[in-house]
C-alpha cells in the first residue's frame, strides 16, 4: 500500500516532520510517499494562505494519483483543499484534523484542539463544525508562532503546555488533539506529562487511509464530488484544465 | 461609490448579464465596475473549479482596492473565495448567496434556492448552513446546464418553473431565490408568474455593498480576517505574496 | 424615498434621538418620518412593556403605510411586535437587531452584542437563536439604566466600555453591535477607542429598508405573514379591526 | 386549588369548550374558573389576531392573580403571550402547546401536531423549536377553518383524519397532538380509531398546572420573567401600566 | 392511583429518602409504592453501575404492572434504563432527571442541575440533550459523594452550596435543579437561602405521573417502544425472556 | 494484534457470520477472536433485548481484557453498550454503527444506513445524532425480518434492493451503510449493482480498531469512563462487581 502524504505548503523540512510522524505509525507494508507543493506560501497561516495552497496541493495528488498511489493524506491541520481534492482523486483523501476528530471520537467524549496561532482558531472551529464534532470538541490556540516550538530558547513550549492544563480543566477536555503537525514530535512527551491522551493528526491521518484502502472504498462520485467537467482553463492556470491534470 | 463585481469565472459574456442586473437596481451615484478573472475555469460547477477559480479572483480584488474601490461583490452564487477575500481586502467583500439569503430573511420566514446543477446543490447547502439560515431555507437543483438558459430550443425554462413551483408546494417555502447569476434576468417574469417574489442575488449583493459603504464599515480585521502575514511565494503562484498583491 | 422610524415607546425624545442616527446614515432622497407611539409604556424593559407596546406600534405602522411610506423600521433592539408588524403591511418592515446582526454578519465571523438592562439579555438571545446567528453572536448586558447614558454624572459609560473590552477578550468578538437604540452616538468614539467595528442598529435598519425599497421586494404573504383575516375586535381594541385599521 | 382559564380570544363560546376539557380530567378538589378576554379579535388566527389578544388576556391574568387563582392557563394553542404573561404574574402560567409538547414527551419519541389552517403552521413550528421540540415533533395543518368542526355538513372531520393518517405515515409519529383547543371533545373517538395516544393541549395544562401547584413551585422572577418595571402608560392602554394593573 | 417508586439501586435506605420526597407532594389518594432492586449495584455511579442496574429495575418494573400500579418512577438522576422500561412495560414509567427538566422549563427560561460526582455529568449533559433542553440548562457537580451529604461533619452541603451560587452567578439560571435523589430533603431550605425555586427531581416525577394517569394516556407503543418479541434468553438472564417476564 | 469480536446476542451463527466479515478485512497479523454473549436474549430487537444483552457482553468484555487482546468490537449495529464498555475497559472499544459513520464520512458528504426493522429506526437515529451525523445521514428500515435475509424463498433482499433505490433518489445519499451485522456479505454484489459505496459496520470496525491500536492509543477514563468504582453487586448480578469481574 503506498499513501500519498502532501505537504499543502512549499517548505520541504516540514513535510519531512510530517513524514517522519506518518511512518512512526505506517503498518508493515504501507509506503508513505512524502510530497510537498511546488507552488503557493512556505506556511499556511489563515484563509488567503489556504486558498493560495490549493493549486499546488492539486498538482501533487493528481500526479500522485496517477502513479498509482492508494490514498492521500492532506498534511495542514485547516484540512486545506479537501472538498476540491475528493472531486479531483477518485483514491480516498484524509484530512488530519478530520482523521485526528473521528479517531479521537472513539476513545474520549469530550476532547480539545490546541492549534498554534489566534488566527487559525476559528477556521478549525468551522471544521470542527462540519465534522459534527461542536458539542464535544473545544478549540484553543496557545499563541505561538509555528516555528518557535524549534527554538530551544523560546518559551513556546511552555506556553503550549499551559493551553493544554487550562483545556483539561475548563474544557471537561479528556483528550487533547495537537491542531498543527508540526507538534507530532511532542505526542508521547506530553502524553506522559498530563496523563491523558495526546493525538497527533498526521498518525490518525495514516491509519484511517490504511483503514479505507484495506476496506477497498473509494470517493463517492455520484454528487458534489463528481469528477471535474472537462472545459478550458485560461491564463496562468491553463494547466489545471481537468482533461490536462488528470 | 464604486463597486468592483468581479466574475471568478474567465467568461465575460457571464460578467455582463451579471453587470446588466447590478445596474438595475444599483443607486444613482453608484458606479458598478465589471472585472473578470483573468485565469482559471471558463464556468464554475464544482468544488474543483470553484478552488481554481479562487486566486483569479484574489488578482482582481486586490487590483479594484487598489484602484480605490469602496467595496466588492464576487458574482458566483458559491460564494468562491469569500474567506480569503476578506481576509486579503480591507474594503466591504460581499457575496451573492450570501446577500440574497440575507436580504430575503427580512420579507419572508421560508424560501427557498433554486440552482442549476445538481452537483451545486450540496455546496449551496453548506453555505445556507454556515449563514444561519438551515431550519428556512431548502436548496434545490433544476438540473439544467447553465448555458441552455439562453438557448430557446431548450426546456431549460421549463424545468426551473417546475422545480420553482415544487419548492412552493413542498417546502413552505414564500418566496425563491434564484441561485445562479445566469439567471438574473428571469426575476420579474417568474415573480409575476408564481406571485411571489423571486430574488437574485447580484441585486442583493449591490444593495447589501452600498449599506456597508453607506454606514462606513469595514471588514473586521481582528481575528480570522486579520490581513495575510508576509512571506515568500514559490513557483507559478510567487506573484501572489502579499508583499507583491497588496 | 420614505422610510417610517416607528419608536414603539411612548417617549418623544428617544424618537428624535433614533432619528438622529437614522438621519446620519440615510442616502440623498431618502426622507427618514420619525414616529411615536401614542400608547403603551414610555420605555421597553422586558416582555411585558414589549407586549403592551405592540398595539401602539400597529396603529402607526398602519397609519404609515396608508399614507404611502415605502419601509418601515421598528427601533427598539427587541424588535416588538416584527411578526406582527409583517403580518399587518405589505411595505418592508425591518427590526433593528435584525438588521444589526444581517449587517455585521457580512464583516465579522464573530461578534457581540451589548445592551443595557440585563433583564433585556435573554429576550435579545432568543432574537439571536432565531436570526440563526447563536454560533458567532453573544449577547451581554452592561447593567445600567437606559437613561443614565445622558447623565455625565453616572458612570453609565464607564460600564459600557469595560463590557465592550470584555466581549473582545472573551468572546472571540471580532466587531461591537450596541444593543440599544439611545447608544447610537457613542458609536463612531467607541469606534476610535477599540479599533474594531462598532455598529448601531437603527443605522443599519436605515440601510437594509433602502436596499429592499431600493430592490422593490415586499413581505411575502403567502404564509404565516398573510394579511390579518377581517373579523370583529371587541372592547378597548375595537378599533384594531382589520377592516377598521387596514 | 383554583385554575383559570383564560380564553384570550372575544369567543365566550370557546371558552365554554375549552373549560368542559379541562373539567374532564381536572382532579377532585381542582376548580376551573373559565375567563374570556373582553378586548381583541373573536378568534386568533395568525400574528396580528395574536398580538392584540395579548393586552386583554393580560388583564384577565392580573384580575384572576388579585382574586387568588393558584395558577393560569393560556387557553390557545400559539401560547398568546406566555413571556408577557409570566412576567406579569408570580403564580405559574401555562400555554396548551408547551403543555402538550411536555406532556407527549413522556410517552412517545416522536410524535405530530395536527393543527387546523394553514397559517398556523410555522407559528406553531416555531413554538416547538423553542420547546426544544424539533427532532421529535413535526407541525401539520388539516386546512380546515375552526368552526367548521362544529358543522356535520362539512368534510372538516375527514380532512383532519386524513391529516392525522398522513402523520403517522410518514412522520414516524406514535402519538398525535390535536393543535387547536376546538377539537378536544375529538379525542377520545380518534384515539380509539387509529389506536395511539391522541392529546389534547387543554387537558395537559390542566395537569401541569395542578402539578406546579402542588409542588408549590411558582415563575423564577430573577431575570427575563422580573416583575414590570413601574412606569406610566399612555394613551388608550393607560390602565396597564404595572402599578395600576398588578 | 398507586404509582411504582423503583430505586435501580440495591440500597433499601435510599429508597426511602426517595419515597419521603415522593410522599410529601403526592395528591390526596395517590398511593406511592416504594420498591427496591434486588439485583445489581449499591449505588449508581457512572455507566458501568447504571447498566448493571437496569435488569432488577425491569424485573421490579414487570412485577409491578402485574400488580396492577398505575404508573411507574425511575428514581435515579441518570434515568436508568427508561426506553428499555418504556419497551418493556405499557403504563407510563418517567424518570426523575426528565421529570425536572420538563416541570423547570415551565417556571424558568434558564436553569442549571447541581449534581454530586463530577462523573455523572456528562451522562446528565446527554440527558439534557436528548430532552432538548441543552439552550436552556447547564449541568454542574459539586464534586462530593453522596452519602456525605448525611454526614454532619463533612463539608458536603458547604460544596453543594458553593455551586448553586456559581450557576446563579455563571449560567443565567433562574431556578435550579438538584442532580441527586438524596438531595430531596434540602430543597425548602435552598430554596429559601438563594430565594430561586430549587426543584427535586422525584417530587416532579410524582406530579407528571399523576398527570399521566389522570390523562388516561399510556406509553405509546407503535415504534421504538413497541413490546419486546417473544423469544428465548438464555444464562444467567433466562428469567428475563419476554415470556417469562411479562 | 488480537481483536475481540463479541456478539452480544447468545447466537453463535450470528458471532461466525460477522467474524467472516470481519476477516475478510484484518490485516496480516490481525486475529479475529469472535465471542458469544453467554447470557440475554438470541437476538437484540428494540430496547429492552438491547439493555439485557449488557451484562453478557461486559462480561466477554472483561474476559477478553483480562486474556490480554488489544481491542474489542461489539458486533451488533446498535451498539449496544458501548459507554458502558468503555468504562469498564482500558482497551480500545468500537461500536460497528459509530464505525460506519466515521469511516463512511471520509468518502461521501452524505449517505444513509439501511436497517432492517422498522423499530430499529429511531434507536439508530439517535445514534447518528449522538455521533453528529445528523446532516449528513439518514437512516431507513426495509421492515424485513432479520432471519429472512438467508431464506431464498423470501423477499427479503428485493426490500433491501428496493429501500436502498429509495435512499439514493430521495436522500442525497452518495452511499449506503448496511444496518445489521447479519447483511455484511451482500455488499459487494451491492456496491456493483447500485454502482456506490456500499458499508458493512463489523469490517469498518475492525480497521478503525487497527487503527486505535497501531497508534497506541486507549480510552480516556478521565471523567465519563472513569474505571468502575469497587462496590458490592446484589442479587443475580453479584458476579459483576467491578472488584469481581475486572
Known sequence: MRIALINPNTTAS??????????????????????????GPVSIEGYYDEALAVPGLLMELAAAEKDG??????????DTGLDAARALAAIPVIGICEAAIATTSFIA????????????????????????????????A???????????????????????????????????????????DLTEQLCQEFQVPVIDGV??????????????VRTAKGNAYAAPVRKPYKGLLEGFAPEALC
Chains 1, 2, 3, 4, 5, 6 share one sequence.
Open 109 to 140: 467524549q469530550k476532547f480539545s484542539i490546541v492549534t498554534t496561532m489566534g488566527r487559525s482558531r476559528l477556521p478549525i472551529e468551522h471544521l470542527v463544525h462540519r465534522y459534527g464534532a461542536s458539542s464535544r470538541c473545544k478549540v484553543r
Open 69 to 78: 498511489v492508494d490514498a492521500a493524506i492532506i498534511a495542514c491541520f485547516d
Open 203 to 216: 498518525a490518525c491521518a495514516v491509519k484511517q487511509a490504511e483503514a479505507l484502502v484495506g476496506l477497498g
Open 142 to 184: 496557545a499563541d505561538i508562532p509555528v516555528l518557535s516550538l524549534e527554538d530551544p530558547s523560546s518559551n513556546a513550549r511552555e506556553r503550549l503546555r499551559a493551553e493544554i492544563a487550562k483545556a483539561l480543566e475548563q474544557d471537561d477536555a479528556d483528550a487533547i488533539i495537537l491542531g498543527c503537525a508540526g507538534m507530532a
Open 14 to 39: 516540514m513535510t519531512d516532520t510530517a513524514a517522519d510522524a506518518a511512518r512512526r505509525v505506517a503498518a508493515t507494508g504501507t509506503v508513505i510517499l512524502p510530497l510537498t507543493s511546488k507552488m
